[in-house]
């Protein structure tokens, strides 16, 4: 048995000893009696009324130390787990490194039980039964194992209540691409171990992604484009510098398109205009970085995948059925020689990369696959526990008990004051 708050019973232990002090030192009020003259005095032996420190009123006493000692259990709010019961949270990987969500599913089903706890993860994590598994598929997203197991320490708090012990589990490639700057301190704020169990990771490609584009003559973009030794008549990613057709976003919702508007000029683009149009000395994509002049002129929704200098989104994604589509809100002065540079080349790499990013989808070294285990032991439930939003739930009913003792030892002294 724990307690949400032991200073409690050390409150209730002090007012008993008060309450039994008090009733050693409370003095009844004498008999009121008339004097009467002192031939009337009767000839008996004299008594005089002097304090007793006797124990009297037992069963009163009784009440009372009762009523305060479960009003501070109460207060204390007892938790009972049941002993030896281990709490399972399994972390299950859905993300686009996975090679196979089948051998996902088995390796699951291995591990958990009905009763265990689920959380599943690509880019966001959220709970799900292991019934619904048979229903989920690997997304297109890029892995966070940074939102993994900050979700499935959310979860261990809700079943720490219940439980003595509590396990991660996570099911996962164990790739590279799913560690951030995050992870290592979210690992190191869950007290216990996370059991590992790899399954297989989609091979990355090998080879340059095919662009074939759609723009005006002497584009520079195209040109810088071309030196990298990307365009292609046919491709997976197509590039339109004007404005894209029905069939562009059609042929978006195909498995692995990526459809790039990048437009040349603001009378192609068809986006919401800044209430202020700006300039910006620089522009970043997962650490590619082009430092120019760059106009602003539009907002652009979707989740960034390229920022201004001060954060604001110049570049989006969007998924559109087995592909996305991205939105490149920077434009480039069609004079300069910008385009034809080696930051350009790094910048659009990424602009043209696979939805959700190039992969990298490189097995994480065995250092980094210890430090994400851990030591050998279990996390404890009073580790984890949250106490400031948890509950007992014998509170109510200890309540209840102390309110019917009061109500009990109200009416010993009323029945005490009528005897007398």
């Known amino acids: 048995m724990s307690w949400l708050l032991p200073s409690a019973l050390g409150v209730a232990a002090a007012g008993a000893i008060v309450v039994v002090a008090l009733h050693f030192i409370a003095r009844s009020k004498p008999v009121a009696e008339s004097l009467p003259t002192a031939r009337f005095v009767p000839v008996r032996p004299v008594h005089a009324r002097t304090r007793s420190i006797a124990l009297t009123d037992i069963l009163l006493l009784l009440a009372r130390i009762a009523a305060v000692l479960v009003l501070g259990v109460a207060i204390a709010g007892p938790m009972v787990s049941r002993r030896g019961r281990v709490a399972r949270i399994v972390i299950v990987d859905r993300s686009r490194a996975v090679a196979n969500f089948s051998e996902v599913r088995d390796s699951t089903r291995r591990i958990a039980s009905a009763s265990d706890v689920v959380v599943t993860f690509d880019s966001s994590a959220r709970a799900a039964n292991l019934s619904a598994l048979d229903s989920l598929q690997a997304t297109k997203a890029q892995g966070s194992l940074s939102a993994a197991i900050a979700a499935a320490t959310r979860a261990a708090v809700r079943a720490s209540t219940d439980a003595d012990s509590l396990e991660l589990v996570l099911v996962s490639p164990l790739v590279r691409e799913e560690i951030d700057e995050a992870t290592s301190k979210l690992r190191t704020a869950w007290p216990g171990r ?227």
Not at 278 to 289: H, L, M
Not at 320 to 341: F, K, P, Y
Not at 357 to 375: C, E, K, N, W
């Open 194 to 420: 996370i059991r590992l169990v790899p399954v297989a990771a989609v091979a990355s490609p090998s080879s340059k992604p095919r662009v074939e584009i759609r723009s005006d003559a002497n584009d520079p973009i195209a040109a810088g484009l071309s030196l990298m030794g990307v365009v292609a008549p046919r491709g997976s990613v197509r590039l339109v510098r004007t404005a894209p057709t029905h069939d562009d976003s059609l042929w978006a919702s195909g498995d692995g398109h990526v459809l790039v508007h990048w437009p040349a000029r603001d009378n192609v683009a068809g986006w919401t205009r800044r209430a202020s149009i700006d300039a910006i000395g620089a522009v970043s994509a997962n650490g590619a970085t082009v430092v120019a002049r760059f106009p602003r002129l539009w907002q652009i929704e979707g989740d960034a995948i390229a920022r201004w200098s001060d954060g604001e989104p110049a570049a989006t994604e969007r998924a559109v059925g087995g592909g996305c589509l991205r939105d490149v809100g920077i434009l480039m002065d069609e004079a300069s020689d910008l385009a034809l540079r080696a930051p350009f080349r790094r910048l659009a790499a990424e602009l043209i990369g696979p939805c959700g990013g190039a992969l990298a989808t490189v097995p994480i070294d065995s250092a980094t696959r210890a430090s994400l285990a851990g030591g050998p032991s279990l996390a404890a439930a009073t580790d984890v526990r949250d106490r400031t939003i948890e509950s007992s739930p014998w509170t109510p009913w200890l309540l209840a008990l102390a309110a019917l003792l009061l109500i009990g030892e109200l009416a010993l002294r009323r029945s005490q004051r009528a005897v007398a």
